[in-house]
């Protein structure tokens, strides 16, 4: 495994490395389920491809290089990995997390896990001194996401692990906004690293997949033992898949990154509307923050317009390059609403305590041209 070099070099070279019996440069789709034992129990390393496969390792062993942790894990999804993480814990344990939270986690947290004795309190992450009083001697796993969806907020990973840490708890953060390219949550003082590899990772919103990293080799065996005890592993095909996304990742997290500030900047400038949602802007709240723990401010964005509800539905159905559609992190550009889409679930009085109106919509920026991307955000506002 090479995991030296700067994080673009690692992109391409981390746990690949040329087939051993062809010479393939590009790592085998190794579409096998079981593997030839020269004796019993003696094998290469790989029995079943429920506990082991080779794709699946070289994809593993690059997303730990890409975090900067010494154990990765891939799942069938990122609703899977983050439920192999709640696995690892009793009943009886809590977890503290994050209000602002991706629907499904959400979900899984609370008519999933909840069912089996586990308890999650929701507070605001970005103010240490309400996670500090949520901590109980009950916890066990602090349950971070920064950036937020849709509303951008961003939580002090260094300074809420201290704390956690002081108090024994251990903390996850689901890393999927800003991909290890934008920010290194392990370096920060992070013990696990969550990823949806649905969104960035795999980029082109053709695979789904989920990952977990860490340094600490107890929670690497906890996980792992769950990985192949629950068995929501990804097929060899969808592991190569997102080991071609990661690749260019570097690449793509630059143009993303550098695409939604100039669409932010346009936006914030414009006459029909009234906020723009994006931590590279120096009006965001969390900007100076972004800035300390992130390389750049990342793809997402999110705004309201001034004319509201109707106008905001109106909107979303007259673009024509962006597409309506749910989901984030590929190529291409998406709209959506939130509202009436991703954070339907949600009850309205509860998504307007948090800020998240009935007039917002959200851009996943894709990697156009940005001239492109805001003659067609143009067209749509004046056609709303
Ligand atoms: C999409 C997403 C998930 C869930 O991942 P799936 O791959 O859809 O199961 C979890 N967290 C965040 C932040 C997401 O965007």
Known sequence: MNTKGKFATRAVHAGQKPDPSTGAVMTPVYLTSTYVQEAPGVHKGFEYSRTQNPTRKALEENLAALEGGDYGLCFASGMAAISAVISTLNSGDHVVSGNDLYGGTYRVFTKVFERFGISFDFVDTTDAEAVSQALTPKTKLLWLETPTNPLLNITDIAEISKLAHEKNVAVAVDNTFATPYLQEPLSLGADLVVHSSTKYIGGHSD????????????????????????????????????????????????RHSE????????????????????????????????????????????????????????????????????????????????????????????????????????LSIGIEDAEDLTADLEQAILNS
């Open 207 to 254: 695979v789904v997949g989920g990952a977990v990293i860490t340094s600490d080799k107890s929670w690497h065996e906890r996980l792992k033992f769950i990985q192949n005890s629950v068995g929501a592993v990804p097929g060899p095909m969808d592991c190569f898949l997102l080991l071609r996304g990661t690749k260019t990742l570097a690449l793509r997290m630059e």
């Open 259 to 362: 695409n939604a500030l100039k669409i932010a900047r346009f936006l914030s400038n414009h006459s029909q509307v009234s906020k723009v949602y994006y931590p590279g802007l120096e009006s965001h709240p969390g900007h100076a923050l972004a800035k300390k723990q992130m390389r750049a401010f990342g793809g997402m964005i999110s705004f309201e317009l001034k004319a509201g509800f109707e106008a905001a539905k109106k909107m979303a159905s007259q673009m024509k390059v962006f597409s309506l559609a749910e989901s984030l992190g590929g190529v291409e550009s998406l709209i959506g609403h939130p509202a009436t889409m991703t954070h339907a679930a949600i009850p309205r009085e509860e998504r307007l305590k948090r800020g998240l109106t009935d007039g917002l919509i959200r």
